[in-house]
């Protein structure tokens, strides 16, 4: 039973507290032992940067000048990363939870209690009543061992990972027209493309660092489309703005289709000899006038043709994408429909001309190709196909029939536990309580769990749900590869050791591998021999790591998969010559406007989107504990357009209700006009009463699974600050500043 | 040193590296402003820019701020620095700051530290998009489509900066008269319960609204 009681007994001891200096204050005569260059434990972009140690501590940060990437830069998340690694937050030891309080425990202890449980629940229940949930802010190496550990250890189908909320449908996307899920281009090439449409990417958010490539484009000449509902600071720097509603992307770009036909820009020889299916998309375009497109988006008919001809017309462009399109139930048509514009220009496979999606964790790209997702294998292969299990069974020493089956996804998971089916959990790297859809449902699922274990190296709301908690490791205290938005692997170096009896993720899970009597199948004594198994494992597969070394990775400032040899140099760019379907023809998809699950309607009559501000990161498990970060952005907001605002008499900054059919919350309003009147946005990286996800649909995308953020029906209500419900010591809905200034 | 504003994302990554700066640890001496969240998303950095005739070292009593042989304003001398604000207060931009606990008035030098064994400032560093940029006139100017000026106007005073300023506009210089409005902000303001500011821009740049730490 993992009911949380006693919350602010919780949030007493473990946070998020605010911290704001490195460990022994701000002192400028520090004596640095060693600068060790490593990535940002942050984002898809892994800037590169040094850690400062001090005696065993990383007390600053210096720019790594020479990591291409970045070139130094960082933005405030990567600059303030390194207070975390000792945050006095730190789960320090292992911690199981009696009568609804943590108590310290031993390793021993801890272990022995989960294997126990674990094995109980199996013999009662089967294989498959455990659950394992992973996330791909982990080290490519602890993702592999993840996917083992489940298969081979637990021997059960149910594992998933939040890549499933990140890009799931870009991925399957890719994989339907290209027959590979990479990004295109590196980003090297952004400078050189003569139009950029970014669609449903708030790169000044989201990206940051991006933003170097995109203004050296701009000094080169180029142009910005942006297609997003709000005027972010993106689309505001940028040349022209579609600004649509929230889940009409198929309607825009058959739209853009339209035009491009209509106009003869279109490159028929690209068309004939490089893929296949394009009469079906023509036909479908066809109908999308720009007048029917701007019905249905609610963007202007000449900004659809403005924007179709200077994409038409330029030699080069790329098309680049993020969250704004995938979170959707039609997310993988969405991704698609842009892919389509990409094939009928032609614009792909050269310098400066190129497709991708910007991923959005740290190791999203690493962390969906090597086996933690639910139907997939090593090196991108299928748990479904024979040939694949037989080839992954060899490198484990294991029979084939020992290879469970296809789990389920995320979402889906999560519904098992709430029916009973799944009965306990191992969770890592995952704050569900704030990512997942609709959490009130979640945190039913979580009840309901017979035994439920979690390894972090914070508190997050999440692990306040466990029966047992692991403390893991930071970025800062384990070594291994991730691999960035543009499918380069990098190296994270280690800079200091673990504190306190906290261990590295993969030396724990190896512990409850031969606790559970399976530890033959997990004898590794450094993440380099994981590594060195997985390029094994992905030896062959569509995402070959074969010919990435640790060494080749350091020389060549990082590897592009794939990478089969040991000679290969790896691939920056792909589809120069052929794509990676058989017939190396890409393939074009007819899509038809479907739109959000969930539409306005008289009792909602809003469409809420959610998203990310600069200062936060995902679930905000890291970067709510960071005062300088707390303090730029202390809470989530609700944007509301002042004509929208004025009908309601809603004054900025004023507590306002916003309901959905799930559930509601009370947050501030920002009235501002870069938003549109139909549409109101939350951003959604913290949990409990703050949670945007409270109200969220958890509508499934059909192909790829991903849950639809980015558009529901919701509505606000003007409230009177007595009508606000108490909760504890603050208000609800209270920012952490008003309930520190009432103090 | 550059200051492109219109690059500007707001990020404060140059707020947040400015604290490692060991001449200041701990303290930014950095400040981005949004210009009016309500209509838009644009914000502006402001950094030291260096006049060439200092208006802090002017009204300094004590002659405590001292500029180098490179034109850099350097922070007060603290065995000169009299505590009496008269730099925090004159500052047409606004920049010094007075640090009650250390007795001191504190301002950008623009990493000394670093600038003098040849690293670029901490600001300029890590900026994701260029608008901060140091680098020498001749290297930067030819790569940008903005015009650099180093003029300010502020009523009466002109004054001359070491900072560029890139600018979109053919305009010589940048002229401060009274408080800039958008047009259709006080229609709104006046129809509406808007506030003249929206609250995030109140609360977030509380700390920077204050000239003392």
Same mark, same amino acid.
């Given at each position: 039973?993992?009911?949380?009681?006693?919350?602010?007994?919780?949030?007493?001891?473990?946070?998020?507290?605010?911290?704001?200096?490195?460990?022994?204050?701000?002192?400028?005569?520090?004596?640095?032992?060693?600068?060790?260059?490593?990535?940002?434990?942050?984002?898809?972009?892994?800037? /590169?940067?040094? #850690?400062?140690? !001090? =005696?065993?501590?990383? &007390? @600053?940060?210096?720019? *790594?000048?020479?990591?291409?990437?970045?070139?130094?830069?960082?933005?405030?998340?990567?600059?303030?990363?390194?207070?975390?690694?000792?945050?006095?937050?730190?789960?320090?030891?292992?911690?199981?939870?009696?009568?609804?309080?943590?108590?310290?425990?031993?390793?021993?202890?801890?272990?022995?209690?989960?294997?126990?449980?674990?094995?109980?629940?199996?013999?009662?229940?089967?294989?498959?009543?455990?659950?394992?949930?992973? /996330?791909?802010? #982990?080290?490519? !190496? =602890?993702?592999?061992? &993840? @996917?083992?550990?489940? *298969?081979?250890?637990?021997?059960?189908?149910?594992?998933?990972?939040?890549?499933?909320?990140?890009?799931?449908?870009?991925?399957?996307?890719?994989?339907?027209?290209?027959?590979?899920?990479?990004?295109?281009?590196?980003?090297?090439?952004?400078?050189?493309?003569?139009?950029?449409?970014?669609?449903?990417?708030?790169?000044?958010?989201?990206?940051?660092?991006?933003?170097?490539?995109?203004?050296?484009?701009?000094?080169?000449? /180029?142009?910005?489309?942006?297609?997003?509902?709000?005027?972010?600071?993106?689309?505001?720097?940028?040349?022209?703005?579609?600004?649509?509603?929230?889940?009409?992307?198929?309607?825009?770009?058959?739209?853009?289709?339209?035009?491009?036909?209509?106009?003869?820009?279109?490159?028929?020889?690209?068309?004939?000899?490089?893929?296949?299916?394009?009469?079906?998309?023509?036909?479908?375009?066809?109908?999308?006038?720009?007048?029917?497109?701007?019905?249905?988006?609610?963007?202007?008919?000449?900004?659809?043709?403005?924007?179709?001809?200077?994409?038409?017309?330029?030699?080069?462009?790329?098309?680049?994408?993020?969250?704004?399109?995938?979170?959707?139930?039609?997310?993988?048509?969405?991704?698609?429909?842009?892919?389509?514009?990409?094939?009928?220009?032609?614009?792909?496979?050269?310098?400066?001309?190129?497709?991708?999606?910007?991923?959005?964790?740290?190791?999203?790209?690493?962390?969906?190709?090597?086996?933690?997702?639910?139907?997939?294998?090593?090196?991108?292969?299928?748990?479904?196909?024979?040939?694949?299990?037989?080839?992954?069974?060899?490198?484990?020493?294991?029979?084939?029939?020992?290879?469970?089956?296809?789990?389920?996804?995320?979402?889906?998971?999560?519904?098992?536990?709430?029916?009973?089916?799944?009965?306990?959990?191992?969770?890592?790297?995952?704050?569900?309580?704030?990512?997942?859809?609709?959490?009130?449902?979640?945190?039913?699922?979580?009840?309901?769990?017979?035994?439920?274990?979690?390894?972090?190296?914070?508190?997050?709301?999440?692990?306040?749900?466990?029966?047992?908690?692991?403390?893991?490791?930071?970025?800062?205290?384990?070594?291994?590869?991730?691999?960035?938005?543009?499918?380069?692997?990098?190296?994270?170096?280690?800079?200091?050791?673990?504190?306190?009896?906290?261990?590295?993720?993969?030396?724990?899970?190896?512990?409850?591998?031969?606790?559970?009597?399976?530890?033959?199948?997990?004898?590794?004594?450094?993440?380099?021999?994981?590594?060195?198994?997985?390029?094994?494992?992905?030896?062959?597969?569509?995402?070959?790591?074969?010919?990435?070394?640790?060494?080749?990775?350091?020389?060549?400032?990082?590897?592009?998969?794939?990478?089969?040899?040991?000679?290969?140099?790896?691939?920056?760019?792909?589809?120069?010559?052929?794509?990676?379907?058989?017939?190396?023809?890409?393939?074009?998809?007819?899509?038809?406007?479907?739109?959000?699950?969930?539409?306005?309607?008289?009792?909602?009559?809003?469409?809420?989107?959610?998203?990310?501000?600069?200062?936060?990161?995902?679930?905000?498990?890291?970067?709510?504990?960071?005062?300088?970060?707390?303090?730029?952005?202390?809470?989530?907001?609700?944007?509301?357009?002042?004509?929208?605002?004025?009908?309601?008499?809603?004054?900025?900054?004023?507590?306002?209700?916003?309901?959905?059919?799930?559930?509601?919350?009370?947050?501030?309003?920002?009235?501002?006009?870069?938003?549109?009147?139909?549409?109101?946005?939350?951003?959604?990286?913290?949990?409990?009463?703050?949670?945007?996800?409270?109200?969220?649909?958890?509508?499934?995308?059909?192909?790829?699974?991903?849950?639809?953020?980015?558009?529901?029906?919701?509505?606000?209500?003007?409230?009177?600050?007595?009508?606000?419900?108490?909760?504890?010591?603050?208000?609800?809905?209270?920012?952490?500043?008003?309930?520190?200034?009432?103090? | 040193?550059?200051?492109?504003?219109?690059?500007?994302?707001?990020?404060?990554?140059?707020?947040?590296?400015?604290?490692?700066?060991?001449?200041?640890?701990?303290?930014?001496?950095?400040?981005?402003?949004?210009?009016?969240?309500?209509?838009?998303?644009?914000?502006?950095?402001?950094?030291?820019?260096?006049?060439?005739?200092?208006?802090?070292?002017?009204?300094?009593?004590?002659?405590?701020?001292?500029?180098?042989?490179?034109?850099?304003?350097?922070?007060?001398?603290?065995?000169?620095?009299?505590?009496?604000?008269?730099?925090?207060?004159?500052?047409?931009?606004?920049?010094?700051?007075?640090?009650?606990?250390?007795?001191?008035?504190?301002?950008?030098?623009?990493?000394?530290?670093?600038?003098?064994?040849?690293?670029?400032?901490?600001?300029?560093?890590?900026?994701?998009?260029?608008?901060?940029?140091?680098?020498?006139?001749?290297?930067?100017?030819?790569?940008?489509?903005?015009?650099?000026?180093?003029?300010?106007?502020?009523?009466?005073?002109?004054?001359?900066?070491?900072?560029?300023?890139?600018?979109?506009?053919?305009?010589?210089?940048?002229?401060?008269?009274?408080?800039?409005?958008?047009?259709?902000?006080?229609?709104?303001?006046?129809?509406?319960?808007?506030?003249?500011?929206?609250?995030?821009?109140?609360?977030?740049?509380?700390?920077?609204?204050?000239?003392?730490?």
């Amino acid at each position: 039973m993992s009911k949380v009681e006693h919350l602010e007994k919780i949030i007493e001891e473990f946070g998020p507290h605010l911290h704001d200096a490195p460990d022994g204050g701000w002192q400028a005569d520090r004596v640095i032992d060693k600068v060790v260059p490593t990535h940002c434990p942050y984002c898809g972009m892994q800037c /590169g940067m040094n #850690l400062l140690v !001090e =005696k065993n501590r990383v &007390v @600053g940060f210096e720019p *790594r000048y020479d990591f291409p990437v970045n070139q130094g830069r960082l933005c405030p998340k990567g600059v303030t990363a390194y207070l975390q690694t000792h945050h006095p937050d730190r789960l320090q030891y292992p911690l199981i939870k009696r009568n609804g309080t943590f108590e310290r425990a031993s390793w021993d202890e801890a272990l022995d209690l989960v294997v126990t449980r674990f094995k109980d629940l199996q013999q009662k229940y089967g294989k498959d009543s455990i659950a394992v949930y992973s /996330g791909s802010s #982990l080290t490519t !190496e =602890k993702t592999y061992l &993840v @996917g083992k550990f489940a *298969r081979l250890a637990l021997g059960t189908r149910y594992i998933d990972y939040n890549g499933r909320l990140c890009m799931a449908s870009a991925a399957a996307g890719n994989n339907k027209a290209f027959g590979i899920d990479r990004a295109a281009n590196p980003w090297s090439d952004i400078p050189f493309a003569e139009v950029l449409v970014i669609a449903g990417a708030n790169c000044a958010e989201t990206f940051p660092i991006i933003n170097g490539f995109l203004w050296q484009q701009r000094d080169n000449g /180029g142009r910005w489309i942006v297609i997003d509902p709000r005027e972010t600071g993106t689309a505001r720097q940028g040349d022209i703005h579609l600004q649509l509603k929230p889940g009409t992307d198929v309607a825009v770009t058959n739209g853009i289709l339209n035009v491009l036909i209509n106009e003869n820009l279109i490159d028929q020889e690209f068309i004939n000899t490089r893929t296949v299916d394009w009469d079906a998309v023509r036909d479908v375009a066809l109908k999308y006038t720009p007048d029917v497109a701007s019905q249905i988006s609610g963007v202007a008919a000449e900004k659809i043709v403005q924007a179709a001809l200077l994409y038409g017309r330029a030699s080069s462009g790329m098309v680049m994408h993020a969250r704004g399109i995938e979170h959707h139930s039609n997310g993988t048509e969405n991704v698609l429909s842009y892919i389509n514009i990409v094939l009928a220009t032609g614009k792909i496979g050269r310098r400066g001309c190129g497709y991708g999606t910007i991923t959005g964790q740290g190791n999203g790209q690493g962390g969906r190709e090597h086996g933690q997702k639910a139907d997939q294998l090593p090196g991108y292969r299928s748990i479904l196909n024979p040939e694949h299990r037989k080839y992954i069974a060899g490198v484990w020493g294991i029979d084939e029939s020992e290879l469970p089956q296809a789990g389920v996804s995320a979402v889906e998971a999560f519904a098992k536990m709430r029916e009973g089916e799944i009965k306990g959990l191992l969770s890592i790297c995952s704050n569900m309580m704030v990512s997942l859809p609709d959490i009130n449902r979640v945190r039913e699922s979580l009840e309901r769990l017979d035994f439920n274990v979690c390894i972090d190296f914070f508190m997050s709301e999440s692990a306040r749900y466990a029966d047992v908690v692991l403390p893991g490791t930071t970025w800062a205290e384990d070594e291994g590869t991730t691999t960035n938005g543009e499918g380069r692997v990098i190296k994270i170096n280690q800079a200091i050791d673990p504190p306190g009896e906290a261990r590295r993720d993969w030396e724990i899970l190896q512990d409850i591998t031969r606790r559970l009597g399976r530890g033959q199948y997990f004898r590794f004594t450094s993440p380099g021999q994981i590594w060195d198994e997985l390029r094994l494992a992905s030896k062959g597969g569509k995402a070959d790591y074969y010919g990435i070394t640790y060494e080749k990775i350091e020389a060549q400032d990082g590897v592009f998969w794939p990478c089969p040899t040991e000679e290969s140099k790896g691939t920056p760019r792909l589809f120069e010559q052929r794509f990676a379907h058989a017939d190396g023809k890409a393939r074009f998809h007819a899509v038809e406007y479907i739109g959000a699950q969930e539409k306005p309607d008289d009792e909602y009559p809003l469409i809420l989107t959610s998203g990310r501000v600069v200062y936060q990161y995902l679930s905000g498990n890291q970067t709510r504990r960071i005062k300088f970060l707390v303090d730029q952005c202390p809470e989530p907001y609700v944007e509301i357009h002042p004509e929208t605002a004025m009908k309601m008499q809603i004054n900025d900054g004023e507590r306002v209700k916003v309901e959905s059919r799930r559930g509601e919350g009370v947050f501030p309003a920002l009235i501002v006009k870069t938003i549109r009147p139909d549409t109101i946005f939350i951003p959604y990286h913290w949990g409990e009463q703050l949670a945007v996800n409270q109200l969220t649909n958890p509508a499934l995308d059909p192909s790829s699974k991903i849950p639809e953020f980015k558009a529901c029906a919701a509505r606000i209500t003007k409230i009177h600050s007595r009508e606000l419900p108490i909760l504890g010591r603050g208000r609800k809905g209270a920012s952490l500043s008003e309930v520190r200034k009432g103090e | 040193m550059f200051i492109d504003p219109q690059r500007c994302i707001g990020c404060r990554a140059c707020v947040s590296a400015c604290r490692e700066c060991s001449t200041h640890k701990g303290y930014s001496m950095i400040f981005v402003d949004y210009i009016d969240r309500a209509e838009t998303t644009a914000t502006m950095p402001t950094v030291c820019m260096h006049c060439t005739e200092p208006t802090c070292a002017l009204v300094c009593p004590a002659d405590a701020i001292k500029q180098n042989e490179d034109g850099i304003v350097m922070s007060a001398l603290k065995p000169r620095c009299l505590d009496c604000r008269n730099c925090v207060n004159a500052c047409p931009f606004g920049v010094p700051k007075y640090n009650s606990q250390m007795h001191l008035q504190m301002k950008c030098d623009m990493c000394f530290d670093r600038t003098s064994e040849g690293l670029k400032p901490m600001c300029a560093s890590v900026c994701p998009t260029g608008a901060i940029t140091f680098g020498k006139y001749q290297d930067v100017v030819p790569l940008r489509r903005t015009k650099p000026v180093n003029v300010h106007v502020f009523g009466n005073q002109k004054v001359e900066t070491k900072v560029f300023m890139m600018l979109p506009s053919e305009t010589d210089a940048v002229e401060v008269n009274g408080t800039v409005v958008f047009e259709s902000r006080e229609a709104m303001a006046s129809g509406s319960g808007v506030q003249a500011e929206s609250w995030i821009d109140t609360q977030v740049e509380e700390s920077d609204k204050s000239n003392e730490f």
